[in-house]
């Protein structure tokens, strides 16, 4: 069983369409974010929540909305999509405390085009 | 704020030789410190980590790290490469933004490895 599963995979899009990218976790973490990687490879954080509640928002476009109808999943949907929000997107969960291990899931490469 | 340094962006290690992958951290206490991997086309997974006790950390696949507080240093060690360990590897601390739990991770900017036969 995927501990961290994403989708869509792969997702080719042109500029202007709005879309989302789904997250799930099944081991039962109370924490989950999402990390952006860039065409240098460079991660970067973009949302954290806790319990359902937003803890970090690392100056992200406000095109970007996360949503976290429970603990288990962190959905990622993007409006008025651009070039530059090319990447690959990765959701990670992590349990309770700081040092805790983070797991990613597989990513989701977005291309704007 | 936190910051992780990887000054090598690539290395290239011959099959079977040593290896050892370098990070230098930037943060005001004591931090939690990772290596994670990525191979081509695929997620990140966990190496080793440390946040406190022996500062000889050993991780899977035959990865260790030593943690060096008056080098602020947290480098990866492999005695010798295999040819499946060509990947990406990232050097993280955790990132104290809030000093809560949900602070997730900075990282470096990685340093990808080439093993030639």
């Known amino acids: 069983d995927t501990a961290v599963s994403q989708t869509p995979k792969y997702l080719v899009t042109q500029m202007g369409n709005d879309k989302s990218i789904k997250c799930e976790q099944n081991l039962g973490h109370d924490t989950m974010y999402w990390y952006k990687q860039d065409s240098k490879k460079f991660l970067k954080i973009m949302f954290s929540?806790?319990?359902?509640?937003?803890?970090i928002n690392e100056t992200v476009p406000n095109r970007f909305s996360p949503k976290s109808p429970d603990k288990a999943h962190l959905n990622l949907h993007i409006n008025s999509l651009e070039l530059g929000d090319s990447a690959v997107y990765f959701c990670a969960s992590q349990q309770g405390e700081a040092g805790n291990t983070i797991y990613f899931g597989e990513g989701s490469w977005l291309t704007v085009v | 704020a936190q910051s992780v340094t990887q000054p090598d962006i690539h290395i290239t290690v011959s099959e079977g030789a040593s290896l050892e992958l370098r990070c230098n951290y930037s943060?005001?206490?004591?931090?939690?410190l990772f290596w994670y991997v990525q191979s081509p086309g695929q997620g990140l997974q966990l190496l080793l980590k440390?946040?406190?006790?022996?500062?000889l950390v050993q991780g899977i696949k035959g990865f260790e790290a030593e943690f060096k507080r008056s080098q602020s240093s947290f480098n990866l060690r492999k005695p010798s490469v295999h040819w499946s360990d060509a990947a990406e590897y990232f050097c993280?601390?955790?990132?104290?933004?809030?000093?809560?739990?949900?602070?997730?991770?900075?990282f470096g900017k990685g340093t990808h490895l080439i093993i030639q036969p």
């Open positions: 943060y005001g206490a004591t931090p939690y």
């Open positions: 929540y806790n319990n359902k509640e937003l803890i």
């Open positions: 993280a601390v955790g990132a104290g933004i809030t000093g809560g739990g949900a602070d997730g991770l900075t």
């Open positions: 440390y946040f406190s006790g022996d500062t």
